[in-house]
C-alpha cells in the first residue's frame, strides 16, 4: 500500500461513523469525475442537444 494510501486509510479509520455516507459519495465522484474526463467524446453527454445528437445518430446511421 502506497503512503497516501495508508495515510488516507488512517484518516478514514478516525472518522465519525456519520461522516462515512459522505466519504463515500464523495470518493464515487472523484471516481467518475475521473472517467467522465478520460472518456472519447463519442460517448461523452456534454448538453442536452449533444444527447439528441448521439442518440439520433446511433438510431438512424
Known amino acids: 500500500m502506497s503512503i497516501e494510501k495508508q495515510k488516507l486509510y488512517n484518516e478514514i479509520e478516525t472518522l465519525p461513523e456519520e461522516l462515512t455516507n459522505q466519504v463515500i459519495n464523495f470518493v464515487e465522484y472523484l471516481k467518475l469525475s475521473y472517467i467522465d474526463k478520460e472518456a472519447p467524446d ?6 442536452k442537444k449533444d ?3 448521439k442518440l439520433h445518430n446511433f438510431l438512424y446511421y
Open 42 to 47: 463519442s460517448i461523452t453527454i456534454k448538453s
Open 51 to 53: 444527447l439528441k445528437e
